[in-house]
């Protein structure tokens, strides 16, 4: 059974997850969700995700128990910086740059400059880390690092020098944005099943 991802095509959030999979060659079909239609909070949506947030996966066989209690733990580590440390102010930035303006609403730029002057000093910290080593939790590459790639995309894309200007976290963003797993999500999600 192919494992079905419900989310939007440009879904930040959606991608990521979509990233993963085909970091992993797990095929999936998506589902597409419109935001824009508030497709996510249809009485139909809500039967399988009584939050209406999207991404949302199912898979319809049954999986196998994960037994790397360590491994876990380090991934955990390493995930709660991204989602403490990254997430807000890169977001934050993003709905200032991005998503107002989509929304037809006026964007605050001293909102913008705040979230990523916030930002700037995590990302130093950032380039400390990654002056020693590979990836933010050693050097594999964890679904960690992967998780930065939608909003520090669209921070590149829209100019800021957030993260060009560190060289550590430069060169750490052009080798995640160059793997084939994100090339094939970057712009749009498509079903690989």
């Given at each position: 059974?192919?494992?079905?991802?419900?989310?939007?095509?440009?879904?930040?959030c959606?991608k990521?997850?979509a990233?993963?999979?085909?970091?992993k060659?797990?095929?999936?079909?998506?589902?597409?969700?419109?935001?824009a239609?508030?497709?996510?909070?249809?009485?139909?949506?809500m039967?399988?995700?009584?939050?209406?947030?999207?991404?949302?996966?199912?898979r319809e066989?049954?999986?196998s128990?994960?037994t790397?209690?360590?491994?876990?733990?380090h991934?955990?580590?390493?995930?709660?910086?991204e989602?403490?440390h990254f997430?807000?102010?890169?977001e934050?930035?993003i709905?200032e740059s991005?998503?107002?303006p989509?929304f037809?609403?006026?964007?605050?730029?001293?909102?913008?400059?705040?979230?990523i002057a916030?930002?700037?000093?995590k990302?130093d910290?950032?380039?400390?880390?990654?002056?020693?080593?590979?990836?933010?939790?050693?050097?594999?590459?964890?679904?960690a690092?992967?998780?930065h790639?939608?909003?520090?995309?669209?921070?590149?894309?829209?100019?800021?020098k957030?993260i060009?200007?560190r060289?550590?976290?430069?060169?750490w963003?052009?080798?995640?944005?160059?793997?084939?797993?994100?090339?094939?999500v970057?712009d749009?999600?498509?079903?690989?099943?």
């Open positions: 059974m192919v494992l079905k991802l419900y989310g939007s095509p440009f879904s930040t959606s990521r997850v990233t993963i999979l085909h970091e060659k797990v095929p999936f079909q998506l589902i597409e969700i419109s935001l239609n508030r497709e996510n909070k249809s009485p139909e949506f039967k399988i995700q009584p939050f209406g947030q999207i991404p949302y996966l199912i066989q049954s999986c128990r994960v790397d209690l360590k491994g876990i733990a991934f955990e580590q390493v995930a709660s910086v989602t403490s997430n807000p102010y890169a934050g930035a709905s991005v998503y107002k989509f037809g609403e006026k964007p605050d730029t001293t909102v913008y400059d705040g979230h916030k930002l700037g000093s990302l910290v950032y380039d400390a880390i990654l002056s020693q080593q590979r990836y933010l939790a050693g050097e594999e590459l964890s679904l690092d992967l998780f790639l939608p909003f520090a995309n669209l921070l590149v894309q829209g100019g800021s957030v060009e200007s060289p550590n976290v430069a060169r963003y052009n080798e995640l944005a160059s793997r084939p797993s994100w090339q094939a970057k749009l999600i498509h079903s690989t099943a």
